[in-house]
């Protein structure tokens, strides 16, 4: 069985460079050394606010990047325009708060059906893979296929910020449930949010995921052994995990 893909999400370089207002670190730099250490995917987040991807970040390394590069983005109008001209190969489909620290909660497929729907066609029919980023709640996975999409990020944030063991043992029970109800209905699973260097075990050992999204924790580490080493160490600890789909 095929190893689970990483992708490494390289938004907190861009966090500490616009931090300062400096050239640097650049996210397009970070995006090179997480391709050399054995990245499978770069993930990048262009928010509405831009507080770190830039807009020249996008354009940079749709240029640069060579394995896929899937952009999150909020349902917008300026985002879809913006990842047809620019032509990511996935595109996940995020919800965003302004006052949000980060990504917090899933989207709502069932809430915002139509506008999810078309931005889903849109981006389809211009040979965009879409991926909806949702809670692991079985009404949000049924509702993702019925839109057309083709992927599904699982967000694990519940499972990873669990404040006990017990907590975790049913957010995790809910994750494996929806990745079989989401392999069942066809859609490819992804998962990602707040995955660190203990917990990704737990989530690689999913049934059916193909692919984990993983941006903070990598980054943390970076700063301390280099940006190549977190990359690697974290797919050395996928490997451990067992991790196949
Ligand atoms: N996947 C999605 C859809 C996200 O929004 C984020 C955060 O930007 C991540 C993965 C990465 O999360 P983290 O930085 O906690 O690893």
């Known amino acids: ?7 490494v999400n ?3 370089v861009a966090t500490l460079r616009q931090q300062r207002g400096t050239a640097y670190p650049d996210p397009v730099f970070a995006a090179a050394l997480a391709e050399q250490a054995g990245a499978d995917q770069i993930t990048i987040h262009l928010r ?5 991807i830039q807009d020249r970040d996008v354009a940079v390394m749709r240029q640069t990047v060579q394995v896929p590069l899937n952009l999150e983005m909020a ?7 913006i ?3 620019t032509r990511p190969d996935t595109v996940t489909l995020v919800p965003e708060k302004r006052e949000e620290r980060t990504t917090e909660g899933g989207l709502d497929v069932i809430g915002r059906r139509q506008a999810i729907a078309d931005a889903t066609r849109r981006l389809a029919d211009a040979g965009i893979v879409v991926s909806l980023f949702i809670d692991p709640d079985p009404a949000q996975v049924a509702a993702s296929h019925e839109v057309g999409a083709s992927v599904i990020e699982l967000h694990t944030g519940d499972f990873c910020d669990a404040p006990t063991p017990a907590i975790a043992a049913g957010e995790l029970e809910k994750l494996r449930s929806a990745c079989e109800q989401a392999h069942g209905l066809g859609l490819v699973v992804a998962a990602g949010h707040g995955i660190d260097y203990r917990n990704v075990a737990d989530v690689a050992a999913l049934p059916h995921v193909e692919e984990l999204n993983i941006g903070h924790s990598i980054v943390c580490r970076a700063v301390f ?4 080493r977190a990359v690697s160490d974290m797919a ?4 451990l995990a067992g991790g196949t789909r």
Do not use: S
Not at 1 to 7: D, Q, V, W, Y
Not at 75 to 81: K, N, R
């Open 83 to 85: 990842a047809l001209r």
């Open 75 to 81: 349902v917008t109008e300026e985002m879809i325009g």
């Open 48 to 52: 509405e606010d831009r507080r770190h």
């Open 236 to 239: 050395e600890a996928m490997r």
């Open 1 to 7: 069985m095929p190893a689970i893909r990483l992708g």
């Open 225 to 228: 052994v280099g940006f190549e």
């Open 10 to 12: 390289v938004d907190h």
